[in-house]
Protein backbone atom coordinates (compact mmCIF):
# COMPACT_ATOMS: atom_id res chain seq x y z
CA UNK A 1 0.00 0.00 0.00
CA UNK A 2 2.89 2.49 0.83
CA UNK A 3 4.54 1.63 -2.67
CA UNK A 4 1.33 2.17 -4.35
CA UNK A 5 1.11 5.71 -2.97
CA UNK A 6 4.56 7.35 -3.31
CA UNK A 7 4.38 5.64 -6.68
CA UNK A 8 0.58 7.37 -6.85
CA UNK A 9 2.80 10.43 -5.42
CA UNK A 10 5.83 10.31 -7.97
CA UNK A 11 3.42 10.50 -11.03
CA UNK A 12 1.29 13.39 -9.78
CA UNK A 13 4.21 15.37 -8.85
CA UNK A 14 5.90 14.43 -12.23
CA UNK A 15 2.38 15.59 -14.06
CA UNK A 16 2.75 18.79 -11.56
CA UNK A 17 6.21 19.08 -12.84
CA UNK A 18 5.99 18.88 -16.49
CA UNK A 19 3.42 21.31 -16.77
CA UNK A 20 5.23 23.82 -15.66
CA UNK A 21 8.45 22.93 -17.04
CA UNK A 22 7.48 23.90 -20.39
CA UNK A 23 6.57 27.32 -19.28
CA UNK A 24 10.06 27.89 -17.37
CA UNK A 25 11.89 26.27 -19.85
CA UNK A 26 10.81 28.49 -22.84
CA UNK A 27 10.65 31.69 -20.43
CA UNK A 28 14.72 30.95 -19.40
CA UNK A 29 14.92 30.52 -23.85
CA UNK A 30 13.44 33.91 -24.38
CA UNK A 31 15.10 35.44 -21.66
CA UNK A 32 18.41 34.47 -22.98
CA UNK A 33 17.50 35.72 -26.18
CA UNK A 34 16.29 38.98 -25.55
CA UNK A 35 17.66 41.53 -22.54
CA UNK A 36 14.60 43.19 -22.67
CA UNK A 37 12.88 40.47 -21.46
CA UNK A 38 12.32 39.71 -17.86
CA UNK A 39 12.19 36.03 -16.96
CA UNK A 40 10.11 36.61 -13.94
CA UNK A 41 7.73 38.57 -15.73
CA UNK A 42 7.42 36.03 -18.16
CA UNK A 43 6.89 32.79 -15.79
CA UNK A 44 4.10 34.70 -13.79
CA UNK A 45 2.11 35.97 -16.78
CA UNK A 46 1.97 32.30 -18.17
CA UNK A 47 1.42 30.60 -15.06
CA UNK A 48 -1.48 32.98 -14.37
CA UNK A 49 -3.22 31.94 -16.61
CA UNK A 50 -4.97 28.35 -15.76
CA UNK A 51 -4.59 27.02 -19.77
CA UNK A 52 -1.03 27.29 -19.72
CA UNK A 53 -1.04 24.56 -17.29
CA UNK A 54 -0.24 21.71 -19.49
CA UNK A 55 -0.43 23.72 -22.57
CA UNK A 56 2.41 22.58 -25.74
CA UNK A 57 4.59 25.35 -27.34
CA UNK A 58 2.19 26.44 -29.78
CA UNK A 59 -0.98 26.65 -27.05
CA UNK A 60 1.37 28.85 -25.37
CA UNK A 61 2.19 31.36 -28.19
CA UNK A 62 -1.64 31.31 -29.14
CA UNK A 63 -2.06 32.23 -24.94
CA UNK A 64 0.47 35.18 -25.22
CA UNK A 65 -1.18 36.52 -28.37
CA UNK A 66 -4.63 37.21 -26.58
CA UNK A 67 -2.97 38.10 -22.99
CA UNK A 68 -1.30 41.05 -25.44
CA UNK A 69 -4.47 41.81 -27.09
CA UNK A 70 -6.72 42.04 -24.22
CA UNK A 71 -3.32 43.92 -22.46
CA UNK A 72 -3.53 46.43 -25.54
CA UNK A 73 -7.17 46.42 -25.15
CA UNK A 74 -6.87 47.42 -21.39
CA UNK A 75 -4.27 50.45 -22.17
CA UNK A 76 -6.84 51.65 -24.55
CA UNK A 77 -9.21 51.59 -21.29
CA UNK A 78 -6.68 53.48 -19.11
CA UNK A 79 -5.62 55.84 -21.67
CA UNK A 80 -9.49 57.03 -22.17
CA UNK A 81 -10.30 57.53 -18.57
CA UNK A 82 -6.34 59.68 -18.54
CA UNK A 83 -7.69 61.83 -21.48
CA UNK A 84 -10.45 63.01 -18.59
CA UNK A 85 -8.31 64.04 -16.15
CA UNK A 86 -7.54 67.96 -16.07
CA UNK A 87 -3.85 67.34 -14.53
CA UNK A 88 -2.80 66.70 -18.03
CA UNK A 89 -2.22 69.95 -20.38
CA UNK A 90 -2.77 70.07 -23.74
CA UNK A 91 1.01 68.51 -24.80
CA UNK A 92 0.16 65.53 -22.48
CA UNK A 93 -3.20 65.29 -23.92
CA UNK A 94 -2.19 65.13 -27.35
CA UNK A 95 0.38 62.03 -26.68
CA UNK A 96 -2.64 60.26 -25.05
CA UNK A 97 -3.99 60.83 -27.81
CA UNK A 98 -1.84 59.74 -29.86
CA UNK A 99 -0.88 56.16 -27.82
CA UNK A 100 -4.55 56.03 -27.67
CA UNK A 101 -4.11 55.86 -31.73
CA UNK A 102 -1.56 53.87 -31.55
CA UNK A 103 -2.90 50.83 -29.30
CA UNK A 104 -6.08 50.94 -30.82
CA UNK A 105 -4.50 50.18 -34.51
CA UNK A 106 -2.32 47.55 -32.35
CA UNK A 107 -5.19 45.15 -31.53
CA UNK A 108 -6.54 44.23 -34.95
CA UNK A 109 -2.86 44.22 -35.94
CA UNK A 110 -2.43 41.65 -33.57
CA UNK A 111 -5.93 39.94 -34.18
CA UNK A 112 -4.18 39.68 -38.03
CA UNK A 113 -1.10 37.87 -36.15
CA UNK A 114 -3.04 35.25 -34.18
CA UNK A 115 -4.61 34.67 -37.93
CA UNK A 116 -1.28 34.01 -39.27
CA UNK A 117 -0.21 31.99 -36.15
CA UNK A 118 -3.02 29.77 -36.61
CA UNK A 119 -2.18 29.55 -40.30
CA UNK A 120 1.19 28.61 -39.52
CA UNK A 121 2.32 31.88 -41.30
CA UNK A 122 5.13 32.91 -38.31
CA UNK A 123 6.75 34.76 -40.85
CA UNK A 124 3.61 37.17 -41.21
CA UNK A 125 2.83 36.73 -37.56
CA UNK A 126 6.31 37.90 -36.53
CA UNK A 127 5.68 41.07 -38.87
CA UNK A 128 2.10 41.74 -37.27
CA UNK A 129 3.90 41.18 -33.89
CA UNK A 130 6.66 43.99 -34.62
CA UNK A 131 4.64 46.43 -35.45
CA UNK A 132 1.87 46.09 -33.18
CA UNK A 133 5.08 46.24 -30.47
CA UNK A 134 5.64 49.63 -31.80
CA UNK A 135 3.28 51.25 -29.98
CA UNK A 136 4.46 51.23 -26.66
CA UNK A 137 7.68 52.71 -28.03
CA UNK A 138 6.17 55.61 -30.17
CA UNK A 139 3.68 56.27 -27.50
CA UNK A 140 6.86 56.60 -25.19
CA UNK A 141 8.64 58.22 -27.10
CA UNK A 142 6.01 61.35 -27.97
CA UNK A 143 6.15 61.81 -24.26
CA UNK A 144 9.70 62.22 -24.16
CA UNK A 145 10.34 64.97 -26.74
CA UNK A 146 8.99 67.48 -24.44
CA UNK A 147 11.57 68.10 -21.73
CA UNK A 148 9.95 67.25 -17.75
CA UNK A 149 6.90 65.69 -19.39
CA UNK A 150 5.52 62.71 -16.95
CA UNK A 151 5.00 59.97 -19.03
CA UNK A 152 2.28 58.11 -17.13
CA UNK A 153 2.37 54.94 -18.67
CA UNK A 154 5.49 53.30 -18.60
CA UNK A 155 4.50 50.13 -16.71
CA UNK A 156 1.46 49.30 -19.25
CA UNK A 157 4.24 49.92 -22.24
CA UNK A 158 6.73 47.82 -20.53
CA UNK A 159 4.61 45.09 -19.80
CA UNK A 160 3.01 45.38 -23.42
CA UNK A 161 6.30 45.11 -25.04
CA UNK A 162 7.31 42.33 -23.09
CA UNK A 163 4.46 40.37 -23.62
CA UNK A 164 5.21 40.96 -27.33
CA UNK A 165 8.85 39.88 -27.25
CA UNK A 166 7.36 36.55 -25.79
CA UNK A 167 5.24 36.03 -28.58
CA UNK A 168 8.03 36.28 -30.80
CA UNK A 169 10.83 34.71 -28.95
CA UNK A 170 7.97 30.96 -28.73
CA UNK A 171 6.92 31.45 -31.74
CA UNK A 172 10.81 31.71 -33.03
CA UNK A 173 11.29 28.50 -31.27
CA UNK A 174 8.14 26.91 -33.29
CA UNK A 175 9.80 28.20 -36.57
CA UNK A 176 12.82 26.31 -35.95
Keep these: MRCLFFITFLVLLHNTM ?7 LSCKKAAASDPNLSYNFCVSSLEAIPKSHGADLEQLVALTLNLTISN ?16 FDKYAKECLQDCLELYSDAVPTL ?42 LKRENDNFSQLNVISLAFMNTLGH
Excluded at 77 to 83: A, P, Y
Aim: hydrophobic share 35%; aromatic share 6%.
Design 72 to 87: ATSINSTISKLLLDKK
Design 18 to 24: GCNDLIH
Design 111 to 152: QEAVGAFKAKDYGKANIEISAAMDASSTCEDGFMEKKGEVYP
